[in-house]
């Protein structure tokens, strides 16, 4: 009982202090801005109101509800968040599941860290919502997860309910492990681009029999059948069928053309659709192709030359994707970059001449629909997600930086309160550096060793999990 | 001869590709085939140049068709001739350091800025540049990277030549490896960089930079500076990591480090003693004994000195201070870079007149609790507090042409706009002490020039010339070659 009510006291003051530093303000007008509305051009003037969650007006001279914050506007310019459709951020403990070249039963949903730092850095560039993905070590992949980046929420908040789900697949380099045979690690079947078409095609051979014996079985119930027994169920192959039942989507790592077009061809002999090709580096030289199945793509920006097959990768590929009526985005697979995708899409006016509202979609609309919530984020409208932005300038230019960032119209990044915290930060460093268990020892030695700090991944294609890594 | 160089080329693709495609082995050929026959560069003997003419026009003439989609080869043309006279007319010129001029041009002759102001004397011929609506920068210089040493770093070991193996190579000189041909280098000069100081990497000391031009067809070609650094990797508790995660504190590795920094005092005093000994003897041959010949400390002579630049790679505050401390105890002439905290110790840098190469603006905090945006503001307040600095990528080649977002991005935080057009060019020229020929418009200076439609910082920008040398290159790379080829395909 004493447990008992010593859990209910801790859980009391977890509430406590989530209450307290979790923002309350009903409602937020955002007033005076230049607004990039991405769905309907550019208002100047205007104001935006958030409330219960949603954009709740867009006008002039809306009326502030009453204890409704304010912010002044001026001068300033107001965009959707940005939405990554490529991430690994929060992702604890690991990205790959390695072991296994189809790990479709493991799920990144049940490794969310709310509290990894990254987040916050990325609502402080803008980004304010993630497609979470499997890494790329293996042909199919786990499971992935959508989600808001719900800083100081729990990790159940942040997924976004009733996206669609999706699976993360991977072709060439790192699921043929080319870059990963390291003395000691046994290897693992693929070890070409021809075995990832053979473990894919396996896969789904396995996953249309299962289907049929689904099928079967409750087609003999339906008749009526009373001795029938259901199939036992598998986890690996359960995803695959809801992706023949256009169920999940498929977002596969892709660099070279080749590999693009094989999977189109398993795909349209399985009668399934890719929703996006991910990095698709070489997606320019087979844009038609990609195009013609009613795939998108999500590419980086400029980033090329990496490993071999990168090397052909070029800074047009977004914008001939687009030319080619590829709905694209431009995303980080990176902690770093995903603090600054607005540079990452301005970008894409340099190289291919997009126009700025086009450049804009890259980051916002586009990667909505690719994740299958564009009815609920990507754009300012009324009745979408309040999730949006507040630029110190236009965010496409590379002077402008973030003063706000609103999820479900709760604050959850604002500048000034940042700068307003440092001090506060610095001294409480300073406490804890001066604590007993960070005193040298009596001996005279140096301090006691602090354990190191988990990193599941650090940057774009840094697959290598721990065991990978020679030590 | 024919089916020798044919061969020759195949056996070096061989070795060079992983697995691809037939297309893709036929441009590797094109790449190797530029980097080991140098077109324009032969210089020497009669013989050798008959030789080189030779081999010229046999790999013309065998290999032609391969070489069509060849996608940044420099035309002989370009080096071959003499360098014209441009007048660009009616444009909008930042001098960087001087005021700007909102209508002015520049006249560029013999390889420099011959004039710059409002009118300009237009010799009968030159070739003129109508430069309405836009605008004339220096070029941009980077000088943290590993340009024309390292063009794949992962899967392509053959074309990796940034680290030498052990501790000690002052004389690993990057001068020697930078492969001209590195698609990186017109990938890099389309953008608006027109200079790199290219460094070696890892162990203690490094080996030599050399400051490029980036545009030659040989790296002596290239280079301003040949051996312009020293760089360090200044011994470290846990050193050779990543920078992540926690340092191990050990004892072992206290000991470690001490350890190491003292084989560099060691190193530094011997080239000191050798440098003497081998004046003593130039100056007494008669009755002073020959010293024994050491390359290594040859090689470290100049920088032990002080006579030339030494890098050192410091990241945190008390690496910093002690990589002064160490140069100044050993009469070096140090520039860190590096210095993620080097805003914590700017008043320190500013004391010892430490100048600082900033390669890691847009790199993530080094610890969680850092404020978000430290990195960013990183420059911002060194400036303030009056530290010579300038931005780099510290990107090993593929991304140098994003230097001037670096700059960007420290001016979203802080840094006045036209300080963080500086870092980018008149600074680094400033701190590699070549500012009397790069970093700003001015006659008499080396014409390296761009000429954008806009802010050059902006990534919206679009650069429309790029002069290095004194000689407008076409914006041609291996990119724009592969988007001209596929950007129509149906």
Same mark, same amino acid.
């Given at each position: 009982?004493?447990?008992?009510?010593?859990?209910?006291?801790?859980?009391?003051?977890?509430?406590?202090?989530?209450?307290?530093?979790?923002? !309350?303000?009903?409602?937020?007008?955002?007033?005076?801005?230049?607004?990039?509305?991405?769905?309907?051009?550019?208002?100047?003037?205007?104001?935006?109101?958030?409330?219960?969650?949603?954009?709740?007006?867009?006008?002039?001279?809306?009326?502030?509800?009453?204890?409704?914050? !304010?912010?002044?506007?001026?001068?300033?310019?107001?965009?959707?968040?940005?939405?990554?459709?490529?991430?690994?951020?929060?992702?604890?403990?690991?990205?790959?599941?390695?072991?296994?070249?189809?790990?479709?039963?493991?799920?990144?949903?049940?490794?969310?860290?709310?509290?990894?730092?990254?987040?916050?850095?990325?609502?402080?560039?803008?980004?304010?919502?993630?497609?979470?993905?499997?890494?790329?070590?293996?042909?199919?992949?786990?499971?992935?997860?959508?989600?808001?980046?719900?800083?100081?929420?729990?990790?159940?908040?942040?997924?976004?309910?009733?996206?669609?789900?999706?699976?993360?697949?991977?072709?060439?380099?790192?699921?043929?492990?080319?870059?990963?045979?390291?003395?000691?690690?046994?290897?693992?079947?693929?070890?070409?681009?021809?075995?990832?078409?053979?473990?894919?095609?396996?896969?789904?051979?396995?996953?249309?029999?299962?289907?049929?014996?689904?099928?079967?079985?409750?087609?003999?119930?339906?008749?009526?059948?009373?001795?029938?027994?259901?199939?036992?169920?598998?986890?690996?192959?359960?995803?695959?069928?809801?992706?023949?039942?256009?169920?999940?989507?498929?977002?596969?790592?892709?660099?070279?053309?080749?590999?693009?077009?094989?999977?189109?061809?398993?795909?349209?002999?399985?009668?399934?659709?890719?929703?996006?090709?991910?990095?698709?580096?070489?997606?320019?030289?087979?844009?038609?192709?990609?195009?013609?199945?009613?795939?998108?793509?999500?590419?980086?920006?400029?980033?090329?030359?990496?490993?071999?097959?990168?090397?052909?990768?070029?800074?047009?590929?977004?914008?001939?994707?687009?030319?080619?009526?590829?709905?694209?985005?431009?995303?980080?697979?990176?902690?770093?970059?995903?603090?600054?995708?607005?540079?990452?899409?301005?970008?894409?006016?340099?190289?291919?001449?997009?126009?700025?509202?086009?450049?804009?979609?890259?980051?916002?609309?586009?990667?909505?629909?690719?994740?299958?919530?564009?009815?609920?984020?990507?754009?300012?409208?009324?009745?979408?997600?309040?999730?949006?932005?507040?630029?110190?300038?236009?965010?496409?230019?590379?002077?402008?930086?973030?003063?706000?960032?609103?999820?479900?119209?709760?604050?959850?990044?604002?500048?000034?309160?940042?700068?307003?915290?440092?001090?506060?930060?610095?001294?409480?460093?300073?406490?804890?550096?001066?604590?007993?268990?960070?005193?040298?020892?009596?001996?005279?030695?140096?301090?006691?060793?602090?354990?190191?700090?988990?990193?599941?991944?650090?940057?774009?294609?840094? !697959?290598?999990?721990?065991?990978?890594?020679?030590? | 001869?024919?089916?020798?160089?044919?061969?020759?080329?195949?056996? /070096?693709?061989?070795?060079?590709?992983?697995?691809?495609?037939?297309?893709?082995?036929?441009?590797?050929?094109?790449?190797?085939?530029?980097?080991?026959?140098?077109?324009?560069?032969?210089?020497?003997?009669?013989?050798?140049?008959?030789?080189?003419?030779?081999?010229?026009?046999?790999?013309?003439? &065998?290999?032609?068709?391969?070489?069509?989609?060849?996608?940044?080869?420099?035309?002989?043309?370009?080096?071959?001739?003499?360098?014209?006279?441009?007048?660009?007319?009616?444009?909008?010129?930042?001098?960087?350091?001087?005021?700007?001029?909102?209508?002015?041009?520049?006249?560029?002759?013999?390889?420099?800025?011959?004039?710059?102001?409002?009118?300009?004397?237009?010799?009968?011929?030159?070739?003129?540049?109508?430069?309405?609506?836009?605008?004339?920068?220096?070029?941009?210089?980077?000088?943290?990277?590993?340009?024309?040493?390292?063009?794949?770093?992962?899967?392509?070991?053959?074309?990796?030549?940034?680290?030498?193996?052990?501790?000690?190579?002052?004389?690993?000189?990057?001068?020697?490896?930078?492969?001209?041909?590195?698609?990186?280098?017109?990938?890099?000069?389309?953008?608006?960089?027109?200079?790199?100081?290219?460094?070696?990497?890892?162990?203690?000391?490094?080996?030599?930079?050399?400051?490029?031009?980036?545009?030659?067809?040989?790296?002596?070609?290239?280079?301003?500076?040949?051996?312009?650094?020293?760089?360090?990797?200044?011994?470290?508790?846990?050193?050779?990591?990543?920078?992540?995660?926690?340092?191990?504190?050990?004892?072992?590795?206290?000991?470690?480090?001490?350890?190491?920094?003292?084989?560099?005092?060691?190193?530094?005093?011997?080239?000191?003693?050798?440098?003497?000994?081998?004046?003593?003897?130039?100056?007494?041959?008669?009755?002073?004994?020959?010293?024994?010949?050491?390359?290594?400390?040859?090689?470290?002579?100049?920088?032990?000195?002080?006579?030339?630049?030494?890098?050192?790679?410091?990241?945190?505050?008390?690496?910093?201070?002690?990589?002064?401390?160490?140069?100044?105890?050993?009469?070096?002439?140090?520039?860190?870079?590096?210095?993620?905290?080097?805003?914590?110790?700017?008043?320190?840098?500013?004391?010892?007149?430490?100048?600082?190469?900033?390669?890691?603006?847009?790199?993530?905090?080094?610890?969680?609790?850092?404020?978000?945006?430290?990195?960013?503001?990183?420059?911002?307040?060194?400036?303030?507090?009056?530290?010579?600095? &300038?931005?780099?990528?510290?990107?090993?080649?593929?991304?140098?042409?994003?230097?001037?977002?670096?700059?960007?991005?420290?001016?979203?935080?802080?840094?006045?706009?036209?300080?963080?057009?500086?870092?980018?060019?008149?600074?680094?020229?400033?701190?590699?002490?070549?500012?009397?020929?790069?970093?700003?418009?001015?006659?008499?200076?080396?014409?390296?020039?761009?000429?954008?439609?806009?802010?050059? /910082?902006?990534?919206?920008?679009?650069?429309?010339?790029?002069?290095?040398?004194?000689?407008?290159?076409?914006?041609?790379?291996?990119?724009?070659?592969?988007?001209?080829?596929?950007?129509?395909?149906?």
């Amino acid at each position: 009982m004493k447990r008992l009510f010593a859990v209910a006291a801790l859980l009391g003051l977890c509430i406590a202090i989530s209450a307290q530093t979790r923002d !309350i303000a009903p409602a937020t007008l955002i007033k005076n801005a230049t607004v990039l509305t991405v769905s309907h051009g550019t208002l100047t003037n205007t104001d935006v109101l958030l409330r219960n969650g949603k954009i709740a007006a867009v006008g002039q001279n809306l009326n502030a509800p009453s204890g409704a914050r !304010i912010v002044d506007g001026t001068g300033k310019f107001v965009l959707p968040g940005i939405i990554d459709a490529h991430s690994h951020t929060m992702m604890d403990g690991s990205v790959n599941e390695c072991t296994k070249s189809v790990t479709s039963m493991a799920r990144t949903q049940d490794i969310l860290n709310p509290t990894a730092i990254g987040i916050y850095r990325e609502l402080a560039g803008g980004t304010t919502a993630a497609l979470l993905l499997h890494g790329s070590c293996n042909a199919i992949g786990g499971l992935s997860t959508t989600v808001k980046l719900k800083w100081g929420h729990p990790a159940g908040d942040f997924p976004i309910p009733g996206a669609p789900p999706g699976i993360k697949f991977a072709l060439g380099e790192n699921p043929k492990r080319t870059n990963f045979n390291i003395p000691g690690l046994t290897p693992r079947y693929p070890a070409t681009r021809m075995g990832v078409e053979e473990t894919i095609r396996d896969a789904f051979t396995r996953a249309r029999d299962y289907k049929r014996d689904w099928d079967d079985y409750r087609a003999a119930v339906g008749h009526g059948e009373k001795n029938v027994m259901p199939p036992r169920r598998d986890l690996e192959l359960e995803p695959l069928v809801e992706i023949l039942e256009g169920k999940r989507f498929v977002h596969s790592h892709c660099y070279r053309a080749d590999e693009i077009l094989m999977l189109i061809g398993i795909a349209d002999e399985f009668g399934f659709k890719v929703r996006t090709f991910q990095h698709v580096l070489e997606g320019y030289k087979v844009a038609s192709e990609i195009a013609r199945h009613g795939a998108m793509a999500s590419a980086f920006a400029d980033f090329w030359g990496y490993k071999m097959e990168a090397y052909d990768a070029i800074p047009y590929d977004v914008a001939i994707l687009t030319r080619h009526g590829v709905v694209s985005s431009v995303n980080s697979d990176s902690d770093e970059r995903a603090r600054r995708l607005n540079i990452e899409a301005a970008k894409m006016i340099r190289y291919g001449g997009l126009t700025e509202e086009e450049a804009l979609k890259l980051v916002t609309l586009n990667p909505a629909m690719q994740l299958g919530v564009d009815n609920r984020l990507g754009t300012i409208d009324v009745g979408k997600d309040a999730d949006v932005v507040v630029w110190s300038a236009h965010p496409l230019s590379v002077y402008a930086h973030v003063e706000q960032t609103f999820v479900d119209g709760e604050l959850l990044f604002d500048r000034q309160a940042d700068i307003a915290r440092r001090q506060q930060l610095e001294a409480e460093r300073k406490t804890l550096e001066a604590a007993d268990a960070n005193k040298p020892s009596p001996g005279g030695g140096p301090p006691r060793t602090p354990s190191e700090i988990r990193r599941a991944y650090v940057h774009a294609d840094d !697959i290598q999990d721990r065991e990978d890594q020679p030590r | 001869m024919k089916n020798y160089l044919r061969y020759f080329l195949s056996s /070096l693709a061989g070795s060079y590709s992983t697995a691809s495609g037939s297309a893709r082995d036929q441009r590797k050929t094109v790449i190797l085939r530029r980097a080991f026959i140098p077109l324009t560069t032969v210089r020497g003997s009669v013989t050798a140049r008959l030789f080189a003419s030779v081999m010229i026009l046999i790999s013309l003439s &065998c290999t032609l068709v391969v070489f069509a989609q060849d996608t940044d080869r420099i035309d002989p043309q370009l080096t071959n001739t003499p360098l014209p006279t441009y007048v660009i007319l009616n444009a909008r010129i930042v001098t960087v350091n001087g005021p700007e001029i909102e209508k002015g041009s520049v006249l560029i002759s013999g390889g420099k800025i011959a004039q710059v102001g409002a009118n300009v004397y237009s010799p009968a011929g030159a070739k003129e540049i109508d430069g309405t609506g836009l605008t004339v920068y220096p070029g941009m210089i980077d000088l943290g990277t590993n340009m024309g040493l390292v063009e794949v770093p992962t899967g392509a070991p053959g074309t990796v030549d940034a680290q030498e193996l052990g501790d000690m190579n002052p004389n690993a000189a990057a001068i020697w490896s930078v492969n001209a041909h590195s698609a990186h280098i017109a990938v890099t000069r389309v953008g608006g960089v027109t200079n790199a100081l290219s460094l070696p990497s890892g162990g203690i000391i490094s080996g030599q930079g050399a400051l490029l031009n980036l545009f030659g067809s040989s790296p002596r070609e290239m280079a301003l500076v040949p051996e312009a650094v020293l760089m360090i990797e200044f011994p470290r508790i846990g050193g050779g990591g990543f920078g992540f995660g926690a340092p191990n504190i050990t004892s072992e590795a206290t000991t470690q480090r001490d350890r190491r920094i003292e084989e560099l005092r060691k190193i530094f005093r011997d080239a000191e003693a050798y440098g003497r000994a081998q004046d003593a003897y130039r100056n007494d041959p008669k009755s002073v004994q020959r010293p024994q010949t050491d390359p290594k400390l040859a090689a470290l002579v100049p920088y032990a000195r002080g006579e030339r630049p030494v890098i050192f790679r410091a990241e945190r505050e008390r690496e910093i201070r002690a990589a002064i401390r160490f140069a100044e105890e050993m009469k070096l002439k140090p520039i860190i870079i590096g210095a993620s905290e080097g805003a914590k110790v700017a008043s320190f840098l500013k004391e010892h007149n430490v100048p600082v190469i900033l390669d890691g603006v847009l790199n993530l905090p080094l610890r969680e609790d850092d404020a978000y945006d430290s990195l960013y503001e990183n420059a911002s307040k060194l400036q303030a507090a009056g530290v010579r600095f &300038c931005i780099s990528t510290g990107d090993s080649g593929a991304h140098v042409r994003d230097l001037p977002f670096n700059a960007g991005m420290a001016a979203a935080f802080g840094l006045p706009r036209a300080e963080a057009l500086k870092a980018v060019t008149l600074y680094p020229a400033q701190i590699l002490g070549v500012a009397d020929r790069l970093g700003s418009i001015e006659p008499g200076k080396l014409a390296n020039i761009v000429i954008t439609d806009g802010d050059i /910082l902006e990534a919206r920008t679009n650069v429309k010339y790029v002069f290095i040398g004194g000689r407008q290159l076409p914006l041609v790379s291996r990119h724009t070659m592969l988007n001209d080829e596929f950007k129509d395909r149906k």
